[in-house]
């Protein structure tokens, strides 16, 4: 049974940086690519940032682009997204999902499994 379990959210200033981590357990975690979510109040599920299995394709939102780096330990069976110079537009709960493909995937319809979330507030 695949699950994922972030961590790492929290209220941070303007200009801040938070790194959330996404621990996965089942399945083989190296053959499988990995995504970051979010999704604020009223608003849908969107596409944040993607790596492939081996680490060698990343693909992220135009929106956190520069910003954002996502990264994985194939050993550790992690993936983590660092956020810097976050905005208050970031504001959102994230979510870690994985597909059942090597490839990234930019829609939500793409991953099979999903964490729980975890909240990221930027203050202003």
């Known amino acids: 049974q695949v699950q994922l379990v972030e961590s790492g959210g929290g209220l941070v200033q303007a200009g801040g940086s938070l790194r959330l981590s996404c621990a996965a357990s089942?399945?083989?975690?190296?053959?499988?690519?990995m995504g970051w979510f979010r999704q604020a109040p009223g608003k849908e599920r969107e596409f944040v940032a993607a790596?492939?299995?081996?680490?060698?394709?990343?693909y992220y939102a135009d929106s956190v682009k520069g910003r954002f780096t996502i990264s994985r330990e194939n050993a550790k069976n992690t993936v983590s997204l660092q956020m810097n110079s976050l905005k208050p537009e970031d504001t959102a709960v994230y979510y870690c999902?994985?597909?059942?493909?090597?490839?990234?995937?930019?829609?939500?319809?793409?991953?099979?499994?999903w964490g729980q979330g975890t909240q990221v507030t930027v203050s202003s």
């Open positions: 790596i492939s299995a081996n680490a060698g394709n990343t």
């Open positions: 999902a994985r597909r059942t493909f090597q490839g990234v995937g930019i829609t939500p319809n793409e991953y099979r499994y």
């Open positions: 089942g399945g083989t975690f190296s053959v499988t690519a």
